[in-house]
């Protein structure tokens, strides 16, 4: 059993950055590949990122490249997300995940286990 615990969500202005936590116990952090989706009010659960177990590799969905950055410290059983330059419609709840997979999968049904969500809301 893995739990995880997101945190670093909030209200920012269109054009600012924000950084989210999750915060992993129970498991062998290392052992798991890490994403994080996010979630709109009526819109399916959309991939952002994920990021493998050594941190050696990392995808993103296509909105997100070059704005976001996902990260990882193992020491810690962390995982972040910096995001720069939001727009309106990176207004979400985020949530992070972790799978025993070795890929790097962008489907939510190939994570096991997931966060309660934080809320990031972009004001115009």
């Known amino acids: 059993q893995v739990t995880l615990v997101e945190s670093g969500g909030g209200l920012v202005q269109v054009g600012g950055s924000l950084r989210l936590s999750c915060a992993a116990s129970?498991?062998?952090?290392?052992?798991?590949?890490m994403a994080w989706f996010r979630q709109a009010p009526g819109k399916d659960r959309e991939f952002v990122a994920a990021?493998?177990?050594?941190?050696?590799?990392?995808s993103y969905g296509d909105s997100e490249k070059g704005r976001f950055t996902i990260s990882r410290l193992n020491t810690k059983n962390m995982m972040y997300l910096q995001m720069r330059s939001l727009e309106p419609e990176d207004s979400a709840k985020y949530y992070c995940?972790?799978?025993?997979?070795?890929?790097?999968?962008?489907?939510?049904?190939?994570?096991?286990?997931w966060g309660q969500g934080t809320q990031v809301t972009v004001s115009p």
């Open positions: 990021i493998s177990g050594l941190g050696g590799s990392t």
């Open positions: 995940a972790a799978s025993s997979a070795l890929e790097l999968l962008s489907h939510e049904g190939d994570y096991d286990y």
């Open positions: 129970g498991r062998t952090f290392s052992d798991y590949t």
